[in-house]
């Protein structure tokens, strides 16, 4: 069979299993197999397809069917265009995420541009599989980041991504929940984090994916999932400098309540919310009096 029949054999399969971005998936899988891109895919559409290949394509296929998320599958996902390894000990790095990099490193060329004699030092609180930090690391090779997770499987997995990417020197990792790892004496330029926000009221409105299979603790917070948010805008202001910057990823209906905790109390200024490209207001940040 060539690569064009096994692309739509596997796009029918993946939507008889009710995959809502079936062809899209199914070229991500091939291309992957194939070690090509997906426009190579296409190029190459009328070769015959390796048979060789058939037994994990299926079982890529079968998997996915059954709710298994495809960046596991495949053991990396797509992040501010550079690859990274990606697997059931850490969140899946998503899109919106990208915004709240995008708004700490806006924050950083303006406030504290490139120096010789400065060093920002940044806080990735809840690293995850380390995607945030190295991230900012590449984008900015002048900084310094300290990236935390309570979880072990999180941080061997944000080892391998440090690795990969070659950025040791720049991120320091350490275990412990929250702030519970460091001193604070308002010694940060900026605390970026991508906190636990789901409401376990949401969670048979998921995806099957993502709530049986994401690790559970990276997900769900109390309180209708502003528990974390609410602890983590209490106490930034004292690891933060002066007009240092928090920057928080929030849920698509948090909004409101977020800008409330920021305005509360006197610790911040310039309080500002983002939308994503769906227009929910996704990343809060707010500037340390």
Not at 96 to 118: G, H, S
Not at 249 to 273: C, F, P, S
Request: proline share 5%; with cysteine; charged share 25%.
């Amino acid at each position: 069979m060539t690569i064009q029949e096994i692309l739509t054999r596997t796009v029918e399969r993946l939507r008889r299993g009710r995959i809502e971005t079936a062809q899209t998936e199914a070229e991500w899988i091939l291309a992957d197999m194939l070690g090509v891109s997906r426009t190579e895919l296409f190029l190459s559409a009328k070769d015959e397809f390796p048979v060789k290949h058939l037994p994990l394509l299926d079982e890529i296929v079968f998997n996915r069917v059954d709710g298994f998320p495809l960046q596991y599958l495949l053991g990396y996902t797509e992040f501010y265009g550079r690859r990274f390894a990606c697997d059931a000990r850490a969140l899946i790095p998503r899109p919106e995420t990208e915004i709240l990099v995008e708004r700490a490193l806006m924050f950083l060329d303006k406030v504290f541009p490139v120096l010789e004699n400065r060093q920002p030092l940044i806080w990735d609180i809840g690293t995850g599989s380390g995607n945030i930090a190295i991230t900012l690391a590449l984008e900015r090779p002048d900084l310094k980041i300290i990236a935390s997770d309570l979880a072990a499987p999180a941080l061997a997995l944000a080892a391998e991504n440090i690795e990969t990417h070659e950025v040791g020197e720049q991120v320091t990792l350490i275990r412990g929940s929250l702030f519970a790892p460091v001193n604070p004496a308002n010694q940060f330029t900026a605390i970026v984090v991508n906190p636990p926000y789901v409401a376990e009221s949401e969670r048979d409105n998921l995806q099957v994916e993502v709530r049986e299979h994401e690790p559970n603790a990276a997900l769900f917070a109390s309180r209708e999932g502003l528990a974390v948010i609410e602890e983590i805008i209490a106490g930034a202001g004292k690891y933060l400098q002066s007009n240092g910057l928090l920057a928080l990823e929030i849920g698509y209906n948090q909004a409101d309540a977020v800008r409330g905790m920021l305005k509360a109390g006197e610790a911040y200024t310039d309080v500002r919310l983002i939308p994503d490209l769906a227009g929910y207001l996704r990343v809060a940040t707010a500037v340390r009096l």
